[in-house]
């Protein structure tokens, strides 16, 4: 079945400190990656995403993501971490033959002051 | 750009009513929506991609007469609640895809509908 995995439940952050969200998928073919932010009774922001190309991705509020195909990782990065990063973050998938997101289960990331 | 509104954002209602949540892109036309679900501290769960000017497709467990779906135009998409109880009481949320994006098409979400059936 295909499937992702956001492993850590939460990661704990001091604030300038770099962090590091992990996520791992199992997809058959190429699939098209992306991260997601959802802050408290909102619905999902759209970070990044990697479709092909350069496997390290820059996107929104100072994010970028690698891409590891050997490995099937997608992990979400930040050099110097902030108190509003503070959210739920979101890694999904797309299967190169679907139009469906399969979603993670999602990681709390808390940035302490 | 890529603005998704959802409309009510909150609703609260009797037990055996319907309830009716918008999804409207703001800024572009998409032709594929999706519906999902969310359950506190939960992932989300599809329930059904919405086709414009066709019926939607529902996964798995999604009973279509109770989540009417309909999307009569390049920029709204309905879901009907059809006769809700407490255990739909969950927080909705749609999402859009540009059509213009292509294969690169992102999908972005509405602020989402937190629905309380009492």
């Known amino acids: 079945a295909q499937s992702v995995a956001q492993p850590e439940d939460q990661v704990n952050v001091a604030e300038g400190n770099p962090l590091t969200v992990k996520c791992t998928y199992s997809v058959s073919g190429n699939p098209y990656l992306f991260w997601y932010v959802q802050y408290p009774n909102r619905g999902l922001q759209f970070l990044l995403k990697y479709i092909t190309g350069d496997n390290l991705v820059k996107g929104s509020y100072g994010f970028e993501a690698e891409f590891n195909k050997s490995q099937t990782s997608f992990h979400l990065k930040k050099p110097s971490a902030l108190v509003s990063d503070s959210a739920l973050y979101f890694c999904?998938?797309?299967?190169?033959?679907?139009?469906?997101?399969?979603f993670g289960t999602g990681t709390r990331l808390q940035v302490f002051p | 750009g890529a603005v998704v509104s959802q409309h009510p954002s909150r609703v609260i209602c009797k037990s055996g009513t319907s309830v009716k949540i918008e999804c409207r892109s703001l800024d572009f036309q998409a032709t594929t929506m999706f519906w999902y679900r969310q359950f506190p501290k939960k992932s989300l769960m599809l329930m059904a991609t919405?086709?414009?000017?066709?019926?939607?497709?529902?996964e798995q467990g999604v009973e279509k007469d109770k989540f009417l779906i309909n999307h009569a135009s390049l920029t709204l998409s309905t879901l009907t609640v059809t006769s809700a109880h407490p255990e739909d009481s969950s927080f909705y949320i749609c999402?859009?895809?540009?059509?213009?994006?292509?294969?690169?098409?992102?999908?972005?979400f509405g602020p989402g509908t937190r629905l309380l059936v009492l």
């Open positions: 999904a998938v797309r299967p190169y033959n679907t139009d469906k997101l399969i």
């Open positions: 999402s859009a895809r540009d059509r213009l994006e292509g294969v690169q098409e992102t999908q972005y």
């Open positions: 919405s086709n414009e000017g066709s019926k939607a497709t529902y």
